[in-house]
T-cell receptor, first 112, second 111 residues
Framework: QQKVQQSPESLIVPEGGMASLNCTFS?????YFWWYRQHSGEGPKALM?????GDKKEGRFTAHLNKASLYVSLHIKDSQPSDSALYFC????????????FGSGTRLLVSP | GGIITQTPKFLIGQEGQKLTLKCQQN?????MYWYRQDSGKGLRLIYY???????QKGDLSEGYDASREKKSSFSLTVTSAQKNEMAVFLC??????????FGSGTRLLVI
């Protein structure tokens, strides 16, 4: 059964700093990967997806995927207080089983 | 734009009570999901449904029933609430394995 693990559990970065969130998965047949962000009192929202090995940049956010190393990461440049949230890594086999497995989350706090 | 609405936002129940949570979406998404969120444990899948009247069990289905009578709605029943249970139940919808759209959750407390 797919295991998705995130580290660290929590992270504090100063405003303007770089936040790095890590995620490992166990199944080598995993195909699709997402990062979701959840602000307090809200449901998670999809932040970005990555399907191919390498880096994908969207504004201040860069996702990195290395399927051979079973690893995906998210880097947030120039962190803002509004980035403070719970971040989930989500992994799918893409087999049409409609089951995306979520990690347990990294809580990011950006201190002003 | 579409919206996914969960009701109620807060639910206080008593031990042993049967409790029903509702979810409506107007994205015309085929697939809908119920997840349970506990602190430190991420999101765990309870039930999902790939079309009207379809139900598939997730990893945490014991103690729950679900119903998908219309494409736009998916309800979840806690069959017997456990004392001191506290969790957030999140509904989501998607087209296949695409991005999930989540509701804002129902917060359950059992006294």
């Amino acid at each position: 059964q797919q295991k998705v693990q995130q580290s660290p559990e929590s992270l504090i970065v100063p405003e303007g700093g770089m936040a790095s969130l890590n995620c490992t998965f166990s199944d080598r047949n995993s195909q699709y990967f997402w990062w979701y962000r959840q602000h307090s009192g809200e449901g998670p929202k999809a932040l970005m997806s990555i399907f191919s090995n390498g880096d994908k940049k969207e504004g201040r956010f860069t996702a990195h995927l290395n399927k051979a190393s079973l690893y995906v990461s998210l880097h947030i440049k120039d962190s803002q207080p509004s980035d403070s949230a719970l971040y989930f890594c989500a992994v799918s086999m893409g087999t049409g089983g409609y089951k995306v497995v979520f990690g347990s989350g990294t809580r990011l706090l950006v201190s002003p | 734009g579409g919206i996914i609405t969960q009701t109620p936002k807060f639910l206080i129940g008593q031990e042993g009570q049967k409790l029903t949570l509702k979810c409506q979406q107007n994205f015309n998404h085929d697939t809908m999901y119920w997840y349970r969120q506990d602190s430190g444990k991420g999101l765990r899948l309870i039930y999902y449904s790939i079309t009207e009247n379809d139900l598939q069990k997730g990893d945490l289905s014991e103690g729950y029933d679900a119903s998908r009578e219309k494409k736009s709605s998916f309800s979840l029943t806690v069959t017997s609430a456990q004392k001191n249970e506290m969790a957030v139940f999140l509904c989501a919808s998607s087209i296949g394995d695409s991005d999930y759209t989540f509701g804002s959750g129902t917060r359950l407390l059992v006294i």
